[in-house]
């Protein structure tokens, strides 16, 4: 499958469920540190059209939806952004409808916010909507975003619960299939602050040929072609690859109890660094980035 | 160096600073929890004169040395042993002393309670005491135990400080020299519940000939030897090896910046599970454990 559109996944914002799943007045310094530390800035300037994209902020994940889109509304405007709309479906027939695809069929940008990721899978998973973006995204300079659950939502396996202690006894993590925008990845988000680098673990000893991404708060990957990440934002993107996996107790213990792993290779990208899912290979951020960038596209 | 004793590290217990920090009557059902696992009775069984062994609780790392003390003597009481003496050393002076020395002559096994890993090092570090433990644990088949700040203590090298959330920005992790009783590792303790994985990459990428050790709560490992570690307890041991990292920007980039790191090689080791220094050979506890660390002493 092609991939002409560009995916923007984000860990989330410090401190918070999801960015602005709260909408105290004393919330909205932080989320303007988050934004204006330049993620969703970036959204905007990774779209051909800037400042005048058609974007859509989609608040399916939250269960409070006016309040998420308003705050979404909001940032983007004080970045300057001059065609914004929230499109908050809430069930699967709006998902179906003639006026949903029109308006996705419109936009240049798509932004999945937080909340909840099943809700994301259960409610968009198979609808018209989905097949839109999939096309879309396959087709089109589109950017697609998602930040929390809507990160986590993006690719094509994804982890919906798992307690972070409990994280390495086996059945802990929940994962179920994601919306499809990225092939052979688990997306984590609020990785740092939460500590769920066993979930990653998890989810990738059950079956290796899936790559382990931890988004940290503030920080997220921009992704090109489906498969060249750049990591953005102030903190660090984890990669689990588990292809070398010597050994696992796996499929011999019962479930709760800890699972042993022999070898797994784990990779730590601060802003600038990229990966190449094709050929697996980290470039470590050291010249400007965009040098690297472009440099790794024209390879 | 010859090894004839053994050394058993363990992580602390869940949900508190150190075991036994907290003395207040309701901790005391965690308390048993934790040694009711087997950890501290471990600890008894280790020693070959088991329930009749001397040991001495070393309160060093503590800031309320009677307490912790005084719940380490009812724990190994309430597990059967029958000659517990707690040697509350708080000053260098008392660390040279004669009559410390002739106390751990004579024991068999030696506790370091948690706390501060700063205070074992800087109090302890250099003294006689310092030497005659090393000694010991050179040349007689004695047990040396450490919990949290104790644990830390151990290797020859000791983080004592660093925010797991900043724990992969430049500088953040703090080391310096631990107790030298086992070496090329760093060991790191409340491992799973504290999210401190951050700490030992920052301490891994800065000397990779360092084998990165994150002990979880309820959880530890039994060298033997100076090398032969098997997992113990009900958690998780996280080793993290960082002998093939292929690129890092860690010389490059300022105090307070993220690090990036190519291939980090990580294990997770749960019960029984073995690993060997000197080959760098997990083993996944797959026989009894006790089947497994005899063939292991033999091989």
Do not use: W
Request: charged share 25%; net charge negative; aromatic share 6%.
């Amino acid at each position: 499958m092609e991939r002409r559109g560009k995916l923007i996944v984000i860990g989330g914002a410090v401190d918070k469920g999801s960015f602005t799943e709260k909408n105290d007045e004393k919330e909205i310094e932080k989320n303007f540190n988050f934004f204006e530390r330049g993620i969703l800035r970036r959204i905007i300037t990774e779209s051909e059209f800037a400042i005048n994209s058609r974007i859509e902020v989609i608040t399916t994940a939250s269960q409070i939806p006016e309040e998420v889109g308003n705050e979404y509304m909001k940032a983007f405007t004080y970045l300057g952004a001059l065609n914004v709309g929230v499109l908050g479906i809430k069930t699967r027939e709006e998902a179906n409808s003639i006026d949903t695809i029109q308006r996705i069929e419109n936009a240049h940008i798509v932004v999945f916010t937080g909340g909840d990721q099943l809700r994301l899978t259960s409610i968009l998973g198979g609808t018209a909507f989905h097949r839109k973006i999939l096309q879309k995204y396959s087709t089109e300079p589109v950017v697609i975003a998602g930040t929390s659950a809507g990160a986590a939502a993006c690719s094509n396996h994804m982890i919906y619960q798992g307690s972070a202690t409990e994280a390495m006894l086996k059945g802990e993590v929940k994962i179920t299939s994601g919306l499809g925008l990225i092939n052979n990845v688990i997306i984590d988000t609020h990785f740092v602050h939460r500590g769920r680098i066993g979930r990653l673990f998890q989810a990738v000893v059950g079956n290796p040929m899936v790559l382990g991404v931890g988004l940290g708060e503030d920080t997220g990957l921009l992704i090109i072609g489906g498969s060249k990440m750049e990591a953005i934002g102030s903190g660090l993107v984890i990669l689990v690859d588990g292809r070398f996996i010597n050994d696992t107790n796996l499929t011999e213990i019962e479930l709760g109890e800890p699972i042993s792993i022999d070898h797994l290779v784990v990779h730590v990208m601060a802003k600038g660094s990229l990966y190449d899912l094709d050929d697996h290979k980290l470039t470590v951020h050291r010249l400007e980035k965009t040098l690297l960038l472009k440099k790794m596209q024209t390879d």
